[in-house]
């Protein structure tokens, strides 16, 4: 079967995703499914004959989250809570921190640049859950840069992901 693509920025880091209204659902019965890039967020339709893989089957989330370290602050008008990002992707992510903001509550995030890179800024997110020790983020507006950044950022750890364990020899 041939390999799906973005057809906006031509990358092979796709995901399908769940359909939910009742066009989409309809269409699923015809092997054409909701997909959604990973990189740049494009979502388009493909066909697909067969069963979607069942990885996917109960996770409905339209973006892969990737296991990150990396250091974020949420910031609420004068206030700010900084924590670790835990796993990412174009969607949201996972926040290491105690806070006391609410589900709902509109914020701005500050991911700061591994090793010396820019910080991407998303201008609005959502705070979607809150745990006892952890803040499930969701991304809704980015600065077209940002996003790009963004983007390059999720390709290197995918990259990081499929890369074979590498062996040191020793002489």
Known sequence: MKELHCPACGTPCVRVISGTSLIEKTLNRFSIFGVRCQ???TRFQA???GNRMTSQAFDRREYRRLP???AAT???DQLAAGGFVTDISMGGCALQATTTLARGTFVKFVLYGPSGQADIKVDSAMICSVQPQSVGVKFLEFDPEDKQRMGQLILELLAD???PPR???RS
């Open 161 to 163: 992901q499929q890369a």
């Open 68 to 70: 990150a370290n990396f």
């Open 167 to 169: 062996i040191s020899s």
């Open 74 to 76: 949420l910031i609420l």
């Open 39 to 41: 990189l740049c967020t």
């Open 47 to 49: 066909r697909r004959p």
